[in-house]
């Protein structure tokens, strides 16, 4: 999220993805907030709310200016007081202003975890741009990793004990000479 141009990061701390406790018993994580910037952070503030099931202990907490490429965190207690899934908010505010927030899952007793589904990305395949070049029979401009022309059906595959008495020109599928170095009709050098 950025704040006047400033980027900023909350998070819990270490990229936790949720906090875990048990019932009716004190549970403390911190919240971090991080300045990714080259410019300096000015005193902001995180404030906590969520459902009456979770009791908020310490629900705001001032973070002092924060520097540039710097992280501050600050300590924060909750005691749930019934088992279940839930979500508490964080805020992160300036002065005068909302600048992000940040949902907090709250796991409170046996749980069941939802598995979240595998879904397998698609591999970004780079194709090669494909050679063209002219058929050897008809002279018609065809994909070079081509087995057959397409448009004449002629096997272009190279038979090596077949036994040429010519060659054709890569270009513009001219028959020429073996001993040819430059083609009569297009001029491409063999």
């Known amino acids: 999220m950025t704040y006047s141009s400033i980027p900023i ?13 048990s019932l009716n018993r004190r549970t403390e994580f911190y919240l971090v907030v991080q300045n990714f910037e ?4 000015p005193q902001v503030r995180v404030m906590l709310t ?7 202990r310490i629900k705001s907490e001032w973070y002092g200016g924060i520097a540039s490429g710097a992280k ?9 007081q019934a088992e279940g899934l839930f979500t508490l908010t964080a ?3 300036s002065k005068k202003n909302q600048i992000l927030s940040l949902p907090i899952e709250v796991r409170v007793g046996n749980v069941p975890i939802q598995p979240t589904p ?10 090669k741009p494909i050679e063209q070049i002219n058929c050897g029979y008809c002279g018609e401009n065809i994909e070079g990793d ?24 890569p270009n513009c599928g001219q028959d020429l000479p073996l001993d040819a170095k430059f083609c009569a009709k297009c001029g491409e050098k063999l």
Do not use: M, W
């Not at 501050?72 to 749930?80: A, E, G, H, N, V």
């Open 146 to 169: 081509a087995k057959f022309c397409p448009i004449c059906g002629s096997s272009l595959l190279k038979n090596e004990t077949e036994k040429k008495d010519h060659k054709n020109c």
């Open 91 to 93: 805020f992160l505010q």
């Open 9 to 21: 990061k909350l998070s819990l701390k270490n990229d936790a993805v949720a906090v875990y406790t």
């Open 50 to 56: 969520g459902p009456p099931e979770i009791k908020i």
């Open 38 to 41: 080259s410019r300096y952070l």
């Open 118 to 127: 595998f879904v397998q990305q698609p591999e970004h395949v780079i194709k």
């Open 72 to 80: 501050k965190s600050r300590l924060f207690k909750i005691r749930p």
